[in-house]
């Protein structure tokens, strides 16, 4: 495994800033957007449960129809591709079984023997008290795939903007996920900065370690 070195992920995050202007005329090729589609997919979730998807919007028309409910943010236009990543709705006993028969196929094992495992998920998440804020479980997970997606991105000097200034409804409604199982949860610019954009050199303003670390 070739890992970048400590100069290398902290240059990539040194550099990374929520583009405030993407260059229109820039698009990731195909090479680029494939790595960050397979970022998305290797993110972490709580039981290895998933409960996401990622709907990738490339087309000038569809954006231009998202960006009146995003506060008419220009970046939802003039980046290369617009991810809006969805949350589940819900957690149903059908997603706790989708998952136990892909572990076991994956891992050459019986799904009898991931029973325990099964009933512990279903004990929390279907039939515990989380249960009546999945919603907000299930929008937690889609965080960090966005955090894992800007991640990725500045490793590979691409740049993203998390925009959480959207209408979810709308997104919705124009998406088609009224009749979903998922949600609008969050969106991110993936592409360019622009050259013009003034934010890029800006330094970045964060707190010191000491007051937000603390060692017990």
């Not at 892909?102 to 023997?113: C, I, P």
Request: hydrophobic content about 40%; proline content about 5%; aromatic content about 8%.
């Amino acid at each position: 495994m070739t890992t970048a070195t400590r100069p290398q992920l902290i240059d990539a995050l040194e550099w990374r800033y929520a583009t405030k202007a993407f260059d229109a005329q820039r698009r990731l090729d195909d090479t680029v957007w494939n790595t960050l589609e397979r970022a998305l997919q290797l993110t972490p979730s709580s039981y290895g449960l998933q409960p996401w998807k990622f709907v990738v919007v490339t087309s000038p028309e569809l954006k231009a129809a998202l960006r009146p409910h995003a506060w008419n943010q220009s970046q939802i236009t003039d980046c290369s591709h617009l991810v809006v990543l969805l949350a589940k709705r819900e957690i149903t006993k059908a997603d706790i079984t989708k998952l136990l028969d892909a572990t076991a196929a994956e891992r050459g094992l019986s799904v009898e023997s991931l029973a325990g495992y099964g009933s512990m998920m279903e004990g929390d998440l279907i039939n515990g008290p989380r249960r009546e804020k999945i919603g907000d479980w299930a929008a937690n997970q889609v965080y960090i795939a966005m955090g894992n997606l800007m991640t990725a991105a500045a490793l590979l000097g691409v740049d993203t903007c998390p925009i959480e200034g959207f209408v979810p409804a709308e997104f919705d409604r124009i998406l088609s996920l009224n009749d979903s199982p998922y949600r609008s949860a969050v969106v991110c610019a993936v592409g360019y900065r622009s050259e013009q954009d003034a934010y890029a050199a800006l330094p970045k303003v964060r707190y010191p370690l000491a007051d937000i670390i603390e060692y017990r």
